[in-house]
Structures are given as C-alpha cells and as structure tokens.
C-alpha cells in the first residue's frame, strides 16, 4: 500500500473498493458512473476528485478505472498515480486483462452483470421498468431491449462476493428468462482491487505514473 494513499474511482466499483479497504483510515472518492456515456468529460470531473483527495492529504493516487473510451486520458496526480492495465472495468471485475480476453474470446456475445452495475446503472429489466416503459409503453419497451440486446447470446453475473449475491443471481435469471438469453456465472475474487490498493502488483497488469505525468495511450499498451 502506497503512503497516504487515497483511491478515486467510478461509483460502480464502490462495493468492491469497500470491501478491500475495510476499516482502514483510506479515503475512497467515486465520480459518477453517468461519466462513461460523455467519455470527453471523464478526465475533468476525475482531476476534480484526484485534487480534492490531494487537497485531504493524499501524497499518492490509487485509480480505479480503465481506459473507458480514452476519457481518463490526461489525468495527473502531484504525487504519481497507480492504476490498472484495462480497458474497462469488466477486467478489474474478472481479477486481470487477461482473464477478461480469454472470457471474451470463449463466451462471444456477453452482457456481463455485477452488484455495482446492477446498483448504479441497472440491467435490462430496469431499463425497461424505468427509462422505456413509461415514454412507450411495457410492449414497445420490452420489444425495444430486445433489440438492443439482439446480438448477445449470454448473460453473465460477475460475483465477487459483494452486494446481496443471491438477489443478484435472481436478478440475472429472471433477464435471461425475460429476453431469452444464456445464464452464466462467473466466481471472481477481489484480488485485481487488492493488489491495486496493497500490492504485490503484477508486471504489465498496472501502470504507475511518476509526479506530474499525465496519462497517455501509450501506457495501456501491453501483451
């Protein structure tokens, strides 16, 4: 664990960050997940949180994000930075980035699920329930997820552990019932959020910036 450190990280990781830290005197900051669909504004509001967590008196920045886009692209920390390897989240989820390939490459076509997600931004259903049901109607809106979700074969519900795991795997059937999808589980520790906040850190699955560096896409280069 770096010296006074404080981690910033999208609010769907909450759980897991949460659960790693424990009790421990290390502040957690989350921007909001609503940053991922404007990618352009991810950096700015991500600095606000890495200034204010500089600001409380963090000397080191633990971030928790992937690449998402190119919008943590730019950001700096006055005392260096330590973040994953990833291109999204899905991979610090599923423990590594190449863990995440390979699931990729052997489940095609995956919606993936975790307690974060469900809780912050929702599932199909929720979509449904709550965005396109009361502007069109229950038909059209079920009839329109199902389109939306016409190329994915399977669902998957990523369980770390955290959240109500047995309403989280209720939740996930109850959507492969409803829009005729394939149910996986997958098991995932927390290890990928443990080395991130305690190390040991894995060669080529973190980036660690020195004072001052900004982030560039340069440094999610690996394999």
């Known amino acids: 664990m770096c010296p006074q450190a404080a981690v910033v990280a999208c609010e769907v990781m909450r759980r897991e960050f949460e659960a790693v830290i424990g009790g421990r005197d ?13 990618p352009q504004n991810m ?7 890495i200034l204010l ?10 971030l928790g994000y992937g690449r998402c886009s190119n919008g943590i692209l730019g950001v700096r920390a006055e005392g260096g930075l330590t973040m994953p ?5 899905i991979a610090m989820l599923l423990g590594s980035p190449k863990r995440y390939h390979d699931i990729f490459y052997r489940y095609p076509g995956a919606y993936f699920l975790s307690a974060g997600w469900v809780e912050v931004y929702g599932d199909p259903l929720s979509t449904v329930e709550k965005k396109y ?13 199902q389109l939306e979700l016409a190329n994915y074969k399977y669902i998957i519900y990523i369980n770390n552990g955290v959240g109500d795991v047995a309403a989280l795997k209720e939740r996930a059937l109850e959507n492969c019932r409803v829009f005729e999808k394939e149910y ?4 995932a520790g927390l290890e990928y959020f443990s080395a991130l906040v305690d190390g040991p850190r894995r060669k080529g699955h973190f980036i660690s910036l020195p004072p001052g560096q900004e982030l560039q896409d340069t440094d999610f280069e690996y394999w």
Request: glycine share 8%; hydrophobic share 40%; proline share 4%.
């Open 26 to 38: 290390m502040p957690l900051h989350l921007a909001e997940y609503a940053l991922h669909s404007k």
């Open 53 to 62: 967590a500089q600001a409380q008196g963090a000397e080191h920045i633990l």
């Open 85 to 89: 390897r990833c291109h999204d989240c």
């Open 133 to 145: 049901a009361p502007r069109m109607g229950e038909k059209k809106a079920l009839r329109g997820m």
């Open 43 to 49: 950096a700015g509001r991500v600095m606000e949180k």
């Open 184 to 187: 996986l589980e997958i098991e």
